[in-house]
């Protein structure tokens, strides 16, 4: 964090952005600047750098919080303003008073127990004390980590279900494959270790959640680990009894007896043919539907009378 660059004009946002303001113009910068995009542009990569740095502190509240209070203290104490220094278009510089270190020993002194001298650790760091000045410097502390961040994926049903692998492309533009566990409902999330935002000072970046959002599927239904599905049958199969092919979830499909006289919204249930996961697997339940004929002919209404007043269906 370097109270010395305004982040809000790096992301080209307000003081006042919200998270979500905040979000966009990242997303927004970080697709124009990534290094894959620019070819080698050195400039784009510096770039980008400043807006991963913008993006890691302004996104995070308490890191948001801290920095807005020393650059208040910091522009209050050094009798002077800051304005963006010259060079190329995208590149942000603050300049301050050439006093600005002395002026911040008083203001900062009661956040932080009063800077002292500068002390070296025996190993070569440096001690408990610092001074404004390594804390404007990034002198004072260790490589931070880059912020996570957190995105939605759309897959097929039967890869939620079975599980496999498929290749995603991630906001900054790199192709990643990610691995789908058996069984993973719709709303879970799966994390892509080091695919978020770089660190803004050499530390590891970020890792990205992925949240899951399974397409529906045609025949199929999911509850839990259980899965429910239709077969149709016609009125002289739901009579007389019959065997089907049901189709799984597999893509197997399994033999099912329908005894004769069976009705309409009967369920039958097919044990351990659901989804399988962790914990066992579910059971897949089958409902019948019972086409009923359409566009009878005459003669063919007749026949059917007769025989529905045969069997004592109709008087």
Same mark, same amino acid.
């Given at each position: 964090m370097n109270p010395n660059v305004d982040y809000y004009a790096i992301l080209g946002v307000s003081e006042t952005a919200t998270v979500e303001e905040i979000k966009l113009a990242y997303r927004r910068l970080a697709k124009e600047y990534h290094p894959d995009s620019q070819g080698g542009n050195k400039e784009a990569e510096e770039r980008?750098?400043?807006?991963?740095?913008?993006? @890691?502190?302004?996104?995070?509240?308490?890191?948001?919080? &801290?920095?807005?209070?020393?650059?208040?203290?910091? %522009?209050?104490?050094? *009798?002077?303003?800051?304005?963006?220094?010259g060079g190329h278009p995208g590149s942000y510089q603050v300049n301050f008073g050439e006093n600005l270190f002395e002026n911040m020993q008083d203001i900062f002194g009661d956040l932080f127990n009063r800077f002292g001298g500068r002390e070296t650790a025996p190993e070569g760091g440096y001690g408990g004390r610092m001074?404004?000045?390594?804390?404007?410097?990034?002198? @004072?502390?260790?490589?931070?980590?880059?912020?996570?961040? &957190?995105?939605?994926?759309?897959?097929?049903?039967? %890869?939620?279900?079975? *599980?496999?692998?498929?290749?995603?492309?991630?906001?900054?533009?790199?192709?990643?494959?990610?691995?789908?566990?058996?069984?993973?409902?719709?709303?879970k999330k799966i994390r892509l270790r080091g695919h978020g935002a770089p660190s803004p000072n050499g530390g590891e970046p970020g890792d990205l959640y992925l949240i899951v959002k399974v397409t529906p599927h045609p025949e199929f239904e999911r509850k839990g680990a259980d899965i429910y599905s239709r077969i149709y049958l016609n009125i002289a199969e739901a009579v007389l009894g019959t065997e089907v092919q049901v189709k799984t979830v597999s893509g197997k499909h399994v033999k099912l007896k329908i005894p004769p006289g069976t009705g309409s919204g009967k369920i039958f249930r097919l044990p351990q043919l659901g989804v399988k996961t962790a914990s066992g697997a579910g059971d897949h339940y089958v409902r019948v539907e019972i086409d009923v004929p359409v566009g009878l002919s005459r003669t063919q209404k007749r026949e059917f009378e007769a025989w529905a007043k045969k069997i004592g269906l109709i008087n």
């Open positions: 980008f750098k400043g807006i991963s740095e913008a993006y @890691a502190v302004l996104s995070n509240e308490k890191k948001r919080r &801290e920095y807005d209070l020393l650059r208040r203290s910091r %522009l209050g104490g050094s *009798g002077e303003g800051f304005h963006f220094g001074n404004p000045e390594d804390l404007f410097t990034g002198r @004072a502390g260790t490589a931070s980590r880059g912020a996570d961040l &957190e995105s939605t994926v759309t897959i097929p049903f039967n %890869l939620a279900v079975n *599980g496999g692998e498929t290749i995603i492309t991630t906001r900054m533009g790199k192709r990643v494959k990610l691995k789908i566990p058996p069984g993973i409902e719709e709303g």
